[in-house]
Each structure stands twice: as C-alpha cells, then as structure tokens.
C-alpha cells in the first residue's frame, strides 16, 4: 500500500501560475505503472476531476474547465508527475491531490482512483 503526496501549492495572484507535483509516499512505488489523476476540492464542494495522464505520458485529458491553461506531464526518470498550472483563476483555488486510476478520456471522475494522500493548497486571491 502507497499514497501519492501532491506538493507545490501557495498563494499566486489571479493569471499567475504554479507546478504541482506528485510523488510516492515510499521511495520503493515507481509511477511508471500507473496513470495518474489530479483532482481539487473546494470548501463546500464535491472533489472533482482536473487532468488525467497515462502510463506512457502520451495519454492527457482535462477538465473543461483548465483546458488550454493547464498542462499535465510526467518524468518518469525522477518518479514525478506535474501539473503546471498558468493563468490561474480565484475558481481553481482548493486542495489539490493525486491519485493513481484509469486513464480514460471524457469526464474525469475519481471513481475506481486510489492511493489518496496528502493534498496541497492552492490559494488565487489578489
């Protein structure tokens, strides 16, 4: 059993931008294996999806909400996913996690995603 961490938030002004990362919990999980999953929560909202990437990297999908301003990738030679998230918004603000499930286009929900750990805050404010 492993979680992912998600690390890399803060307090950027509206139009700035951040790097999310997810990383194993245990230096022994090599990502590789798995497609990956970012989701947010907002306070009084349900967690919702936000990108998607494959195994291989080739694979992305996005939530229509972060098209075109978010871009997810992966390094499989440092064990590392990313989100670079730019022209952020004050509705992007929320908790951020990572998690390991399906990779599959279209809506992105968590059903059937995993290995839920430690989020990271974003903050959008001026």
């Known amino acids: 059993q ?3 961490v998600a ?3 803060g307090l950027v002004q509206p139009g700035g931008s951040l790097r999310l990362s997810c990383t194993p919990s245990s230096s022994n999980i090599t ?3 798995y497609a990956i999953g970012w989701f947010r929560q907002a306070p009084g909202k349900e967690r919702e999806g936000v990108s998607l990437i494959s195994r ?3 694979g992305t999908n996005y939530a229509d909400s972060v098209k075109g301003r978010f871009t997810v990738s992966r390094d499989h030679s440092k064990n590392i ?3 670079q998230m730019d022209n952020l918004e004050p509705e992007d603000a929320g908790v951020y996690y990572c998690a390991v499930g399906p990779f599959e286009y279209g809506l ?5 995603f995993g290995s839920w750990g ?3 805050q ?5």
Do not use: A, K, P
């Open 2 to 4: 492993f979680t992912l």
């Open 7 to 9: 690390s890399g938030g």
């Open 31 to 33: 990502l590789y294996y």
């Open 56 to 58: 291989s990297g080739e």
């Open 81 to 83: 996913v990313y989100l």
């Open 108 to 112: 992105i929900t968590d059903r059937d």
């Open 118 to 120: 430690q989020g990271t």
């Open 122 to 126: 974003v903050t959008v404010s001026s």
